[in-house]
Structures are given as structure tokens and as C-alpha cells.
């Protein structure tokens, strides 16, 4: 069975600092994975997302992430946090039945 | 080019009253998925539907909710008799109607949520 987990419920870094909010998945057949980022009583918002190109991929905002099959990971970076990243990130298994993690709270400290 | 819009964007509803939250995907989508975003909680997959059709509803309570996408106007999910546990924000997203139904590349856009209140 394909599932996500993200290993973080709440990550806080102060502002300037790297960002990294950490995703696991498991899954039988070559997956595609999505991060979405959702702030205060808004939708969400594609951040990226790997469908078997590069396993580096880069997305809005000055994030990205890394594919890894042998860790079974693809954790999202960025190099220099901004109080405006402050928000929910959700690691999404993409499929006939899409899985969303259950998310992570970033806090973004002056 | 609009997004996925939902309305209402807040309903409130007093227990065994009906809900119904609507959605229209973006233009030249055909494909629809509602979550449901329980307080503190991820989103959870309800049920996946295409033009006058229910593709998956494994996500979706047994009772008292369904889900519909007619071939001409929005999408909309009913809660009949509401309870005080559907609270929650419920999401609706399009994917396009290119590709393999289901595509796990297909990316899926969201609306701004739908934030029902039973009282």
C-alpha cells in the first residue's frame, strides 16, 4: 500500500536561517510527489512536485526538493527562510488516490 | 484564467440540518476531488468524480454524504442531517481532463475551501 509521512508536526526557524520540512513515502511502483503549502484560512498551493525527471526539483518561493529512492524520501529545502514561509506544508502521494500527509507547521521567527 | 472556485466560502448549519458546498473546476477541467480537513488534521481523500460519473468513493462516509458533477454547472457535495463532528474545511480540486484519468502527474489545483460550521 502507498502512504506518505512527514516526520516533523511543527518545525521553527528564525528568519534567514535553512528550512527543512522532511517527507517519507512508500510505494510499490515509481511515484509521483507533490508538496503543497497552505497559509491561514487559504487553499493550497503547489509548491513542486517530482514525476520521475530530475530527481532534484525546484519549485516557487526559492524551494525544493530531492527525490531519493534509496531513502525513500523527498524533503523539501529552502536556503534562507522569510517570515511570509510561515505556513502548513503537506507532502502529497500523487495517484489514482491522492495521499496527503499529515502536514507541517513552519514558524518563521524574527 | 479563474481557479477552482467554491462557495460558500463559510456555511453554518445547525445539527440535522442539510449542507450543500458547491464547486466549479477550472476552465477545461473535468476532473473533481473533495478532502475534508478535520481541525489540526492533514487533508483526507472523499471521493473522485468525472463529468456525471463517480470514479472513487472510498474516502466518503457510508451515510448521509454524496456527491455529484453533473454535465452542465458546478460540483457539489451534500451532507444530509448534519453533526456536530462535520465541522471542518472541505476542499474541492480540478485536474485537467488530458492524459490518463487519474494520472498521478496530473497536478490537482485547489479552491480556497469551503469552512462549515454545525452549531
Known amino acids: 500500500a502507498q502512504s506518505v509521512t512527514q516526520l516533523d508536526s511543527h518545525v521553527s526557524v528564525s528568519e534567514g536561517t535553512p528550512v527543512l520540512l522532511r517527507c517519507n513515502y512508500s510505494s510499490s511502483y515509481s511515484p509521483s510527489l507533490f508538496w503543497y503549502v497552505q497559509h491561514p484560512n487559504k487553499g493550497l498551493q503547489l509548491l513542486l512536485k517530482?514525476?520521475?525527471?530530475?530527481?532534484l526539483v525546484k519549485g516557487i518561493n526559492g524551494f525544493e526538493a530531492e527525490f531519493k529512492k534509496s531513502e525513500t524520501s523527498f524533503h523539501l529545502t529552502k536556503p534562507s527562510a522569510h517570515m511570509s514561509d510561515a505556513a502548513e506544508y503537506f507532502c502529497v502521494f500523487g495517484g489514482f488516490k491522492t495521499i496527503f500527509g499529515a502536514g507541517t507547521r513552519l514558524f518563521v521567527k524574527a | 484564467n479563474a481557479g477552482v472556485m467554491q462557495n460558500p466560502r463559510h456555511l453554518v448549519r445547525r445539527r440535522g440540518q442539510e449542507a450543500r458546498l458547491r464547486c466549479s473546476p477550472m476552465k477545461g477541467h473535468s476532473h473533481v476531488y473533495w478532502y475534508r480537513q478535520l481541525p489540526e488534521e492533514g487533508l483526507k481523500f472523499m471521493v473522485y468524480l468525472q463529468k456525471e460519473n463517480i470514479i472513487d468513493e472510498s474516502g466518503m462516509p457510508k451515510e448521509r454524504f454524496s456527491a455529484e458533477f453533473p454535465k452542465e454547472g458546478p460540483s457539489i457535495l451534500r451532507i444530509q442531517q448534519v453533526v456536530r463532528g462535520d465541522s471542518a474545511a472541505y476542499f474541492c480540486?480540478?485536474?485537467?481532463?488530458?492524459?490518463?484519468?487519474?494520472?498521478?502527474?496530473?497536478?490537482?489545483?485547489f479552491g480556497p475551501g469551503t469552512r462549515l460550521t454545525v452549531l
Open positions: 480540486a480540478s485536474s485537467p481532463s488530458v492524459g490518463l484519468a487519474g494520472s498521478p502527474d496530473n497536478e490537482q489545483f
Open positions: 517530482y514525476t520521475s525527471a530530475a530527481t
